[in-house]
């Protein structure tokens, strides 16, 4: 396994968690679109075995490829932590204080079963990809590797906290179009404000501490209001 991995190129090891992330919610997507009144639990609603599959397969990948990252502590833990909370509240704001209708259609356990052991297995790697798979995959793409690659393309070579200001921009807004068109007003100023911790901190981790501590908050928010669609 390590002389397999070794052959891999460091892009790849950097990029394939994400990659396998997005082409397995493009399944979902496809599925969806063919799925009828007809079709199978499994068509219909392909979120209910996707989203594990995700968290099992991506995390899997990560940990594959933990060696390559080299991530340290995360640094400045007071200014990291206001900006995971600061993008929080971005993200439930227009509901929470602007009014806007509640997002209640989305990710239910107990539309899959009734079974309590099942409810509680599903939820679990439901937060596991929201607390720990998503911001280590998304971090490691947008802020390790795209963020860096933008100044040069063998990324490993740029210093952490280093990008230009075109790496800067194209970020932000491609993260924001990877995101869907309701998100996409709030993951725009997400991006930047990630970026930011990027070049302030020089710190992957601290990264990936901010977008954890955002969706750890918003998943505990989507439990409290039943908002399912913010998952």
Same mark, same amino acid.
């Given at each position: 396994m390590?002389? *397999?991995?070794t052959k891999i190129p460091r892009t790849w090891r950097y990029i394939a968690a994400f990659v396998? @992330?997005?082409? *397995?919610?493009l399944v979902s997507d496809i599925l969806r679109w063919l799925a009828s009144p007809d079709s199978p639990w499994w068509m219909q609603s392909p979120a209910y075995w996707i989203m594990p599959l995700q968290a099992i397969l991506c995390g899997w990948i990560l940990w594959l490829f933990r060696d390559t990252y080299r991530l340290r502590a995360p640094k400045q833990l007071i200014f990291t932590t206001f900006i995971g909370i600061l993008v929080f509240i971005i993200w439930v704001a227009p509901q929470a204080f602007l009014g806007f209708d509640p997002r209640?259609?989305?990710f239910q356990v107990d539309e899959v079963t009734s079974n309590t052991g099942l409810q509680l297995l599903l939820l679990s790697l439901r937060f596991i990809r929201l607390v720990i798979v998503?911001? @280590?995959l998304e971090e490691l793409f947008w802020r390790g590797f795209l963020l860096r690659y933008f100044v040069n393309d063998h990324f490993w070579k740029v210093a952490v906290g280093r990008t230009n200001a075109f790496g800067f921009v194209a970020v932000t807004i *491609? @993260?924001?179009l990877a995101h869907s068109e309701a998100d996409r007003p709030a993951a725009l100023l997400t991006s930047a404000l990630y970026n930011i911790v990027f070049l302030k901190t020089r710190s992957v981790a601290s990264c990936i501490l901010a977008h954890a501590i955002t969706n750890l908050a918003l998943g505990i928010y989507i439990m409290v209001t039943k908002q399912w669609g913010f998952w």
């Open positions: 390590t002389a *397999l991995k396998a @992330f997005m082409a *397995l919610l209640t259609d989305g998503v911001p @280590f *491609l @993260f924001a």
